[in-house]
């Protein structure tokens, strides 16, 4: 799927990142979501790197890069730690400052990449999501019933990890499969690596750790952000899927104002995958967006 693509791999504070590089040109770091890899960019990766030289990583607790081992705060799946994987992967790769194109998960890294180091990111270009703080703070029960694992995998261990490692492929296909396109528009190939990457140990911890982090310290750090006054300086493009829950539950724009200084963005006709469902879209987007 990433032909002509380097496999790099770079450690972190005993923390091993998997990354894969290629192109020519001015960095530009992609990072994924749940519960995939950084194989959910097949379809746009190697276009960029025609302009770009582009960065895939996988977080950690995700594809194969480590799963770091829980602690009580689940301060070490926190987003400000895998901030700083991502700044650590950059600096290993040659680059300072970066343009950062993130979807689900990865996106909630970069905005916490963005805010904790503001020289590092030029620009930031978020698909599907809506600020974390505003999302818990304005749930309601059509988020909760399209967004039950949000809810799920933050109950305390051992249960959401010991169901979802008794079937990881399965639980990855009920996650994936209950949006608005189905499973229909992953390729086998890369639906067959999110499901091997979910089998991994570790891996349904490392899930439900992530989440439980979100939840609590990470929510604690957006709040002193809120309370501080602090708002993203960097231009920040945002997308989410006019079929997807984030769209219809929250005003994702006005949401994006309160954190951050240049918004902005619009809803596209797909789901939440928006770059396997219109990976043309978001090539054409991001040339736009990053090319200087």
Known sequence: ???????????????????????DGPPLLLLHGH?????????????????????????????DSARPTPDAEHRVHSKREMALDALAVMAQHGFDRFGVLA?????RVAHRLAADHPHAVQ?????DIAPTLAM?????EDFARAYWHWFFLIQPPPLPEALIACDPARYVRSVMGSRHAGLAPFDPAALAEYERCAALPGTAASICEDYRASAGIDLEH???DVAAGHCLMQPLRVFWGEHGTVGR??????LWRERAHQVTGQALPCGHYIAEELPGRVIAEALTFFTP
């Open 1 to 23: 799927m990433f032909k002509g693509f380097q496999t790099r791999t770079v450690h972190r504070d005993g923390v091993r990142l998997h990354t894969r590089v290629a192109g």
């Open 35 to 63: 519960p995939q890899t950084l194989a959910m960019w097949h379809r746009v990766a190697p276009a960029l790197a025609e302009c770009f030289t582009v960065v895939l990583m996988d977080l950690r607790g995700y594809g």
């Open 103 to 107: 979807h689900d998960r990865g996106a």
């Open 123 to 127: 620009r930031l270009m978020l698909l």
């Open 136 to 140: 818990y703070g304005h749930t309601s």
């Open 222 to 224: 957006d709040r002193a």
């Open 249 to 254: 539950c929250f005003d994702v724009l006005s």
